[in-house]
T-cell receptor
Framework: QKEVEQNSGPLSVPEGAIASLNCTYS??????FFWYRQYSGKSPELIMS????GDKEDGRFTAQLNKASQYVSLLIRDSQPSDSATYLC???????????FGKGTKLTVNP | DAGITQSPRYKITETGRQVTLMCHQT?????MFWYRQDLGHGLRLIYY???????DKGEVPDGYVVSRSKTENFPLTLESATRSQTSVYFC??????????????FGAGSRLTVL
């Protein structure tokens, strides 16, 4: 199993809908999880970090972590065309400062 | 300018040539990283550094060399470039401790083409 796996996508949602992005991780990844957004031709930028089980909300974004199921998700409410980007899930490799990334899910929000 | 800067932003070279990609950060972050990003593979870690003079391999280190003589600089050298090293290279840094631990901030990227 890859250390961090994401739905390959692409994912397409209408404007105003909820976009749901999912990520699973292996036993080699633990404790800290991150969602990065990457616009085409740009560098990744941090959207959310989550360290404990449950939900964490920041504006239209909600990150969810379920350590028992080794599952991380990102919900984007009221999706906007400006949310169209590739979303990268990342987790901390156990015992190190290294982050391992999933391959990313490309999201398109249609006006 | 504050932040993390990479140079050059674009580079075209030939097989067998040596290439150095530069990375400079102004935050005094302890940790610095080099990733490459390729279609179908996502971001893969090449090398990282915990402090000056401390470096370690990542997932795909072969063909690359790094050094970190100063905290703010972390150059990546391709000693003899190959076509398979055509990629977009991202440098990143993090505090390594406290609330900023593991939070990576990325440079703008360096797009390298090896002919």
């Amino acid at each position: 199993q890859k250390e961090v796996e994401q739905n390959s996508g692409p994912l397409s949602v209408p404007e105003g809908a909820i976009a749901s992005l999912n990520c699973t991780y292996s036993d080699r990844v633990s404790q800290s999880f991150f969602w990065y957004r990457q616009y085409s031709g740009k560098s990744p930028e941090l959207i959310m970090s989550i360290y404990s089980n449950g939900d964490k909300e920041d504006g239209r974004f909600t990150a969810q972590l379920n350590k028992a199921s080794q599952y991380v998700s990102l919900l984007i409410r009221d999706s906007q065309p400006s949310d169209s980007a590739t979303y990268l899930c990342a987790g901390r490799q156990g015992g190190s400062e290294k982050l391992v990334f999933g391959k990313g899910t490309k999201l398109t929000v249609n006006p | 300018d504050a932040g993390i800067t990479q140079s050059p932003r674009y580079k075209i070279t030939e097989t067998g040539r040596q290439v150095t990609l530069m990375c400079h950060q102004t935050w005094s972050h302890s940790y610095m990283f080099w990733y490459r990003q390729d279609l179908g593979h996502g971001l893969r870690l090449i090398y990282y550094s915990a402090a000056a003079d401390i470096t370690d391999k990542g997932e795909v280190p072969d063909g690359y060399v790094v050094s970190r003589s100063k905290t703010e600089n972390f150059p990546l050298t391709l000693e003899s470039a190959t076509r398979s090293q055509t990629s977009v290279y991202f440098c990143a840094s993090s505090e390594g401790t406290g609330t900023g631990a593991n939070v990576l901030t990325f440079g703008a990227g360096s797009r390298l083409t090896v002919l």
